[in-house]
């Protein structure tokens, strides 16, 4: 449990044997809080993961384009969207696992309906329901675990994201291998449903109590009151997931056509982006415990910034993988750092906060490569991807906008 276990055990031995009982108790119910958020960020990203896997097979079984298939996927970001900008208010108003847990439920249920499918107009619709069930159980999945670290008294955000990056492996690799085996998207997507489900059970089993927002024994806050400061963390989220928006979609284009690297050798630039960027998330936690957000962000920035834009001088394959190596390590905890702030700036809104960034962030992913891809037509592919690396250097630079206040410090200290 972090550094949250020595000073538990230190309290438990100097106690009183009623308080050492119920703050053994506590610590049971953070514990399994904990695991409980953990299981959604896991499948949320295993949703996703088995999804992305699938598309090819979509796309075949429905012979679509890349125009059509476009059109289809814009749908889902569309759905993304929304979901997210309408949940904020309702996290806020009735508690965020009184929000996440029906969602969770119906996050794996609602992947089947792409997979059946008879054409363009039916798929974008039940893509656009994916996407606003996956927008909303983003923004209330974040609530909560800005909720779990709160009471847990130290942060624990990245481990989160790790688990989701973890979730995300698990499920491109599930959707390769029933691809492999020549299964369809209608059995993979049932099979990964019913995963979904009984990780949502747990999770509902597990989750902290709605009384437990913002700190245990406290009543749900109701959505009232301005959302404050988050415009320019939603920026620096946006900035950062440019990043990794371009490493997804161009960094094996680059390898492949600018450095003429092999197709395989051109697939490891993004797999280094993915395990570094899951590595990094792992040990994010202790980074930020010891460093400050401040600081773990301007190394971050400086991290991708550098490894990334020393790779594009160099210009050879091996420098290329190690640079989006970097570019994914330095993206790893910049985000999780900025939710944090976000909703701790916002106690009582927290869910409006996150709507309002991630929404932010999610159009950076979403508008980022597309940027690139016309300044590379302009600058040559190189050139373009200088774009993440002078975004990266200017979220370095503003750290500071993620120092907490001294409320937010003093929330976060476990307890006497």
Not at 60 to 85: K, W
Not at 239 to 263: K, N
Not at 317 to 336: K, Q, R, S, T, Y
Request: with cysteine; proline share 6%.
């Amino acid at each position: 449990m972090d550094g949250f276990a020595e000073i538990h055990q230190s309290m438990v031995f100097s106690a009183p044997p009623v308080m050492r009982q119920n703050r053994r108790v506590q610590a049971g119910v953070l514990v399994r809080a904990r695991v409980a958020t953990a299981l959604l960020f896991l499948l949320f990203g295993v949703t996703l993961g088995v999804w992305t896997a699938r598309i090819p097979a979509i796309k075949r079984d429905l012979s679509l384009d890349d125009g059509a298939l476009a059109v289809a996927l814009l749908a889902f970001a569309a759905g993304a969207i929304t979901g997210m900008q309408a949940t904020g208010r309702l996290v806020d108003r009735f508690g965020s696992r009184r929000v996440m847990l029906p969602v969770a439920f119906a996050e794996g249920l609602v992947l089947i309906p792409p997979a059946y499918a008879p054409g363009l107009v039916t798929l974008a619709a039940a893509l656009f329901v994916f996407g606003a069930v996956h927008g909303t159980l983003n923004i209330a999945m974040n609530a909560n675990a800005i909720d779990v670290q709160r009471a847990w008294g130290a942060p624990i955000m990245s481990s989160f994201h790790a688990v989701y990056s973890i979730g995300g492996f698990i499920g491109a690799s599930a959707g390769g291998l029933f691809a492999h085996a020549g299964v369809g998207p209608r059995t993979t997507f049932t099979a990964v449903a019913g995963v979904t489900v009984a990780l949502a059970a747990w999770s509902a089993w597990w989750a902290l109590p709605d009384a437990g927002r913002p700190s245990l024994g406290t009543a749900p806050a109701e959505a009232r009151g301005p959302v404050r400061g988050v415009l320019f963390l939603g920026v620096l989220v946006c900035c950062a997931l440019v990043g990794e928006g371009a490493a997804a979609d161009w960094s094996a284009v680059y390898l492949r056509d600018e450095l003429d690297s092999s197709a395989g050798f051109a697939a490891a630039a993004f797999a280094a982006f993915s395990v570094a960027m899951t590595i990094t998330r792992l040990v994010g936690d202790r980074l930020t415990t010891r460093f400050g957000p401040v600081v773990v962000v301007r190394a971050s920035g400086l991290l991708a910034a550098g490894g990334l834009g020393a790779a594009l001088l160099v210009g050879a394959p091996v420098a290329g993988v190690a640079g989006f190596a970097c570019l994914g390590a330095g993206m790893a905890l910049i985000a999780p750092q900025v939710y944090s702030a976000a909703g701790d700036r916002n106690p009582d809104a927290a869910g409006r906060a996150l709507a309002r960034v991630v929404g932010l962030g999610y159009l950076g992913f979403l508008l980022g490569p597309v940027l690139i891809g016309a300044a590379s037509t302009v600058v040559g592919l190189p050139g373009a991807l200088a774009i993440p690396v002078l975004l990266a250097l200017f979220v370095a630079a503003t750290a500071p906008a993620l120092r907490p206040a001294a409320a937010t410090v003093a929330a976060l200290r476990p307890p006497a």
